[in-house]
């Protein structure tokens, strides 16, 4: 768009807006051009507006002892015409981020719709390179529209607008923030109260999760009970693996300003990770080991160390309830900050994992899934009623086998199949 554009008036023929401070003399019409005059011009502005330039005649912004060059005449008029509006919002940029000690120029990001290619983004850019051989933005992001249920626009005549102030006293301002955030906002965006009524639910999936870690960890001292990691149990290792690949896959999308990925990625480790995983096969060594045994101050270590990650990760969208998850989360002695806001974003944690370990719990994660699609089945056929009255039998190759010998121990509480039906894993038999 910028290589095609061949040429920009920046004056129109209108009765308001920002004028051109340029002065023509009354006899034979010669432009007044001096740098030391418009810098005087906007002096006044500074003080009084530009409607200043409407208050006052000539004299008021020039020197009394002006003259035209060309016919020496001292009587001049100012200019009729004013800045394309594109102009003024094009300079934007000088007149916002240098002068204000809080910010810097370039500006970090231009937000705006995508029809601002042609628009601000693109006079934004020409003024700049013009004035300074730079961009004045380091990226660009654009949006759609905010459309109803049915994707019409909204308006007054339709009577389908929604306020946000609605929205935010029926169901919170996080759920509203976490609207933006599931939105692929590149694109028109829909919202109605089933819309937001379906977000909820999704809320509390997250809001759930840290409610779960928070109650199990109300006797757990971080600065105390804190377990290394080769005392962790295999499965405790790979949840942690599972957080720091949420870490590294939410940083980069909050870099890249793709919400709706941090917000799918947050929502499945919630889902997925953690309460259909993790969190329901800890939850024996955390209800039935001793309170201060190394297995279940294992598991609060786990838990503790995903909480701070979780709470951490979410903070730029839900800021409240993640300001209410850390104000009831003990801190450890180097992050301890009163508001989540102040802490820095997590970063991955370093374990020592090999590709096999990876690879073997990614063999796991298959298997269980296999098994709980079979016992749903059994459950529609009523065969059984809760999948722990069910006996399963895995018929498995030699790999497999081996797999799931290494990772079950002598304790069904400390085996990767913990708060699974009871089960028997056996290798297939090798035809003649």
Known sequence: MVKDRKEWCISRQRKWGIPIPIFECKECGEPVIDYDIIMNVAKIFGKEGSDA?????????????????????????KEKDIMDVWFDSGV????????????????????????????????????????????????????????????????KSQGNGISPNDIVNKFGADILRLWVASSD?????????????????????????????????????????????????????????????LINKVTKSYDSFEFYHVYHAIHNFCVVDMSNFYLDIIKDRLYVENADSKSRRAAQTVIYKILIGLTKLVSP??????????????????????????????KPIDLNLDEKFISDWDLIYSLRSDVQKA???????????????????????????????????????????????????KKKKKKK
């Not at 330039?53 to 003259?67: G, N, P, R, S, V």
């Not at 937001?196 to 809001?207: H, M």
């Not at 450890?332 to 009163?338: F, L, V």
């Open 53 to 77: 330039w409407f208050i006052h005649d000539a004299k008021y912004f020039i020197d009394k002892d002006l003259k035209c060059k060309k016919c020496g005449n001292t009587s001049f008029e």
């Open 185 to 245: 906002y590149h694109a028109d965006i829909r919202i109605s109260d089933k819309i937001l009524k379906q977000l909820t639910e999704s809320y509390r999936k997250i809001r759930n999760t840290a409610r779960f870690i928070l109650g199990n960890i109300y006797d757990f001292n971080p600065n105390e009970d804190m377990v290394d990691e080769d005392e962790l149990l295999a499965i405790d290792k790979i949840a942690l693996y599972k957080l720091n690949k």
């Open 317 to 346: 969208i839900i800021p409240f309830t993640a300001d209410q998850i850390w104000e009831y989360t003990k801190k450890t002695n180097n992050d301890n900050n009163k508001y989540i806001v102040l802490s820095e974003m997590p």
């Open 92 to 155: 934007s940029h000088l007149a916002v981020l240098e002068h204000n000690s809080e910010v810097t120029w370039p500006a970090d990001l231009y937000l705006e719709g995508a029809d601002q290619y042609r628009g601000w983004f693109q006079s934004s850019l020409i003024t700049s390179v013009a004035t300074k051989g730079a961009s004045p933005y380091r990226a660009v992001a654009t949006h759609g529209w905010v459309v109803d249920g049915n994707g019409k626009k909204m308006s």
């Open 375 to 425: 016992l749903e089945d059994a459950r529609k056929e009523k065969v059984i009623g809760k999948s722990l009255e069910a006996s399963v039998e895995l018929i498995v190759d030699d790999n497999t086998y081996n797999t799931c010998l290494l990772y079950t121990s002598p304790s069904p509480r400390d085996s990767c199949a913990s708060r699974m039906p009871s089960s028997a894993c």
